[in-house]
């Protein structure tokens, strides 16, 4: 008899409790997203897939093959592959990394001396096989996008140019 009188006291309060919550919630700050039509906009610090962007002055990686990245990988995820070129330099063959074992550490990145190699913003990796995680050169192109253009550097004033400017300005003080 408790029990059912128990009941009919707490089912309209809880029916109630919960509409009050949903009309407070009308009238805040939407939190969710309309994803994939709308997307989160990700801090500058973002830790995505590590990529290779493609320096618009050579039309590819900034690589130079030299390992670095691939010795000091806590998971041992990456593989750097290379040839010795016509010019005796060493060239990059082929970088994978298997995404799927990366711990996005990020020490690969911090050891590289050329900055060829950065974590992207890139979160969507959903696949549906191991083989899907592991991407070659190209696709960590892709995943890396562009390095900004960089602005053409200022051309150097000769030492007779800089003697004239100083002429110049001791003149305009007398
Ligand atoms: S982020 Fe860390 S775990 Fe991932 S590839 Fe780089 S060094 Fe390895
Ligand atoms: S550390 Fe940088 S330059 Fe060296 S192999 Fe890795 S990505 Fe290439």
Same mark, same amino acid.
């Given at each position: 008899m408790w029990s059912l009188f128990k009941e009919i006291i707490y089912t309209p309060y809880s029916v109630v409790k919960g509409l009050i919550v949903t009309f407070v919630h009308l009238f805040r700050p939407k939190?969710? #997203?309309? &994803?994939p039509d709308e997307r989160v906009e990700l801090p500058e610090n973002y830790r995505g897939v590590p990529s290779l962007p493609v320096d618009p002055k050579t =039309?590819? $990686?900034?690589?130079?093959?030299?390992g670095a990245c691939a010795r000091i990988c806590p998971e041992q995820v990456l593989t750097v592959t290379s040839e010795i070129g016509e010019d005796k330099k060493r060239k990059l063959q082929e970088f994978t990394i $298997?995404?799927?074992?990366? @711990?996005?550490?990020g020490l690969c990145v911090e050891v590289c001396p050329t900055d060829a190699l950065v974590m992207s913003?890139? &979160?969507? #990796?959903?696949? $549906?096989?191991?083989? =899907? @995680?592991v991407f070659n050169r190209e696709d960590m192109h892709r995943h890396g996008g562009m390095f900004p253009e960089e602005p053409e550097p200022e051309p150097e004033t000769s030492e007779e140019q800089q003697a004239d400017n100083s002429k110049e300005g001791a003149q305009e003080q007398s």
């Open positions: 939190v969710t #997203l309309q &994803y =039309g590819t $990686d900034r690589c130079i093959a030299c $298997d995404a799927s074992r990366c @711990m996005w550490c913003k890139v &979160y969507e #990796l959903a696949t $549906d096989s191991r083989e =899907g @995680m």
